[in-house]
């Protein structure tokens, strides 16, 4: 194929998917090598956000999906509000914290560094595809290790771990570092609720 029917074929595949398109998965389906695949990727990205398009392609770690323009978050809930999901509490936030900082991790260490047990909301942040099982550690009782999912990267607005707000150089135990955490956590949510750089899924409400 030729480069413009390869960005027309991979606009295609990500509009129809609906969610997250592994980079390989893009390259196994389009017969084209990892550097090609970045690159008209880019190029999509560029356009649309030269063209000042409603849709936005933005990368999720190793995938891609397209969104729509973070500009009009406002109109799209306004047009969804029925369907908005609640704020996470504070209890979710901090065990969603804990997680994301210290991942993959088992809940008995989420446990250890609340000092309350996390059973009901790790198991809400499941429900609420924010977290995902990733394994078990190789411990004995082979406890399950759980990271957080491409939706968690959606929905704070990042694009990958990478882009997680740094954290002061103190004990994971220590309970001030839970404090800063849920603070980094809550300040990008915060941006997300605001309309600032986090795009919306096409085809969802935030």
């Known amino acids: 194929m030729v480069l413009k029917e390869i960005e027309s074929a991979m606009e295609a595949i990500l509009f129809a998917a609906g969610e997250p398109v592994g980079v390989e998965r893009l390259c196994m389906a389009l017969e084209i090598d ?6 008209v990727a880019q190029k999509l990205m560029d356009d649309y956000s030269y063209q000042r398009r409603g849709l936005r392609l933005v990368r999720l ?5 397209l969104c729509s323009a973070p500009e009009h978050a ?3 809930r306004k ?3 029925s369907r908005k999901p609640a704020r996470l509490s504070p209890p979710a936030l901090e065990v969603l914290a804990v997680i994301a900082y210290y991942q993959p991790t088992t809940r008995a260490y989420v446990d250890q560094v609340r000092g309350v ?3 009901y909301t790790v198991g809400l942040l499941l429900d609420r595809e924010l977290i995902e099982e990733c394994g ?3 411990v004995p009782g082979r406890p399950i290790l759980y990271r957080t999912t491409a939706t968690f990267l959606r929905s704070f607005g990042l694009s990958s771990l990478e882009d997680l707000p740094e ?3 103190v004990s994971p135990e220590d309970g001030q570092l839970t404090l800063e955490m849920q603070a980094r956590l809550r300040e990008l949510e915060a941006r997300q ?4 750089g986090d795009p919306v899924r096409e085809g969802e409400g935030p």
């Open 117 to 119: 047990d996390s059973a």
């Open 193 to 196: 609720e605001a309309g600032e």
């Open 167 to 169: 954290l002061p150089a």
């Open 79 to 81: 047009s969804f509000e």
């Open 34 to 39: 990892r550097a090609t695949a970045d690159t």
């Open 74 to 76: 406002g109109l799209i």
């Open 136 to 138: 078990r550690l190789a």
């Open 61 to 65: 770690d190793t995938s891609y999906q």
